[in-house]
């Protein structure tokens, strides 16, 4: 089932109080402070709707607070795309889709980013399937949309800032609004 923007909207509503796993922020918190990075960064609408709804698929499948305390990968990146597909284009689809490649890449062609990563992000990242060999990572960076799932990991690991004031969910389902394959 494909879920419109006020059932995205409610999503938040619901759960988005939520603790972001491991972190000093709320699953909102997180999602528009990710959007307001790529914003800010010039980002079109695309963008910014994938930074916006890139951990939807953590408020689709719950597992509680810091699975990966219980070892647990919740595959978040793949869970929320059969619910956005039709709604969205390939463009944001495949930025949620990689953004956690995207970590993998990151780690394996930057010598500083692992020591970056919070420590349920390094967690997580072993449970993920760990840094990519040379091999992975060009293989990976060479797919369409890469580039855009890397620019948005950054923003990703940016967005754990208790106090960072953002503008309001509305705000950034506007922007989704004009992105959408078929308009409400």
Not at 30 to 44: I, N, P
Not at 59 to 66: H, P, R, S, V
Request: with cysteine; proline share 4%; glycine share 6%.
């Amino acid at each position: 089932m494909a879920l419109s923007l006020t059932d995205i909207d409610g999503l938040f509503a619901r759960h988005g109080a939520a603790q972001y796993s491991g972190e000093p922020v709320t699953q909102l918190q997180h999602a528009l402070q990710t959007a307001l990075l790529a914003e800010e960064a010039g980002a079109d609408d695309e963008l910014v709707t994938a930074a916006l709804l890139h951990d939807l698929g953590h408020l689709l499948n719950d597992q509680g607070e810091t699975p990966t305390l219980r070892g647990v990968d919740d595959v978040h990146q793949y869970f929320a795309l059969p619910f956005l597909r039709g709604v969205f284009g390939e463009r944001v689809l495949a930025a949620i889709r990689w953004h956690v490649d995207a970590k993998r890449y990151l780690c394996a062609t930057r010598a500083d980013y692992w020591q970056q990563l919070s420590d349920d992000s390094k967690r997580s990242l072993e449970l993920q399937g760990g840094i990519f060999s040379p091999a992975q990572a060009e293989a990976f960076i060479a797919q369409e949309h890469a580039a855009d799932a890397v620019a948005l990991r950054l923003w990703d690991d940016q967005a754990k800032a208790p106090d960072r004031p953002t503008p309001p969910l509305a705000h950034y389902l506007a922007r989704a609004q004009r992105c959408m394959l078929a308009r409400a």
